[in-house]
């Protein structure tokens, strides 16, 4: 995978100088990569079979235990993320190797997402290029022009309980099932052995736990973190003041500072989710590890200036649904009523 930054990408910008910045924080710590495995994945372990205890005393007790468990899953899939672009360890073989793992945890093909997510950082912010390894988003104009039954399934994929809660558990218990028919063959093989791993650990974990207890865990775990996942992505580009741009006006380092937030979380919440919320530096350098992002943002005035999103702000991401190429704003669909007044005007 190539996370180098596109050519020319960075020559519309006014930001120079951006590259030798990030560049100080890109060496990966073996010694930190380590501990972020261990504080993870030892945790991760205890609360599943803690969580085993509870299913048989009461199932109150499993719940915040999976509230607990999903934060871990969060953070297994931020290592799994770094491994694939190659900036968690020194060592590519150990990325990969550990990013195989994780990826089994986190119920994703460890090569085949890798692809994915490459082509999301290389066209994030690019109204041309949209539609892979994003949210689904229409412009206002073309869900004006779109047919009755685009719009009703748009409208559905972009609803609040569909988006963060029923997509979550499509996305990872069967959309990642199945390969895309542009991947390579080492991309549509890590799908295959990646679901013959997840049937041999749901085989043996049934087997230790008993299939309603292994079903109660996994299910609960897995709804909190792929709907804290799904959020955290979706607040990442689905935000007041996001940048779009149509292609040949589609710059890099300004696709990166706005138009991936730096999304401003509590502590706690940033240690769980691996830092991502600093998601303008990780847009701009993917080499970064996760445990060198927040340096490398209080290091540079220029990544400082960009505007937080907070906890509470980013609750009005929820409205916003299209995106007005006009304004150049996201908007909600009670704003089609004044583009539809606007166009009558005009045509008169």
Not at 145 to 173: D, G, H
């Amino acid at each position: 995978m190539n996370d180098s930054v596109p050519a020319g990408g960075d020559n519309q910008s006014e930001n120079v100088g951006w590259k030798q910045v990030v560049a100080r924080y890109q060496t990966p710590s073996v010694g930190r990569a380590v501990w972020q495995v261990a504080n993870t994945l030892i945790p991760y372990g205890v609360l599943w079979y803690l969580m085993y205890l509870s299913v048989s005393v009461s199932y109150w007790l499993v719940l915040p235990l999976a509230i607990l468990t999903g934060g871990f899953m969060v953070r297994i899939f931020i290592i799994f993320h770094d491994c694939g672009h190659g900036s968690f360890f020194k060592s590519q073989r150990a990325n990969h190797i550990l990013g195989a793992i994780t990826g089994v945890l986190t119920l994703t093909p460890y090569y085949h997402w890798r692809w994915e997510h490459a082509i999301h950082h290389s066209t994030s912010g690019d109204l041309d290029r949209r539609g892979m390894g994003d949210v689904w988003t229409l412009t206002v104009q073309e869900y004006l022009e779109a047919s009755r039954w685009k719009k009703f399934a748009y409208r559905l994929a972009r609803n609040p309980f569909v988006l963060f809660v029923l997509a979550p558990m499509f996305l990872f218990l069967f959309w990642q099932r199945i390969s895309k028919p542009k991947a390579g063959w080492r991309e549509r093989f890590s799908v295959y052995w990646t679901n013959v791993a997840l049937a041999l650990m749901a085989g043996g974990l049934i087997w230790a736990f008993g299939w309603k207890e292994y079903l109660v865990i996994q299910l609960t775990v897995l709804m909190v973190a792929g709907s804290a996942g799904v959020w955290l992505f979706y607040v990442q580009h689905q935000f007041e003041g996001v940048y779009w741009e149509r292609g040949e006006k589609w710059d890099y380092a300004t696709a990166a500072l706005k138009g991936s937030s730096f999304y401003k979380l509590p502590k706690v919440l940033q240690w769980f989710s691996g830092n991502i919320g600093f998601h303008h530096i990780h847009h701009l350098s993917p080499r970064i590890p996760n445990y060198n992002l927040e340096k490398c943002h209080q290091a540079e005035p220029l990544f400082q200036s960009v505007k937080p999103v907070t906890l509470f702000s980013s609750l009005k991401s929820f409205t916003f649904r299209l995106w007005d190429e006009q304004r150049r704003m996201l908007v909600g669909y009670g704003h089609l009523r004044t583009v539809r007044q606007e166009q009558q005007r005009t045509a008169r």
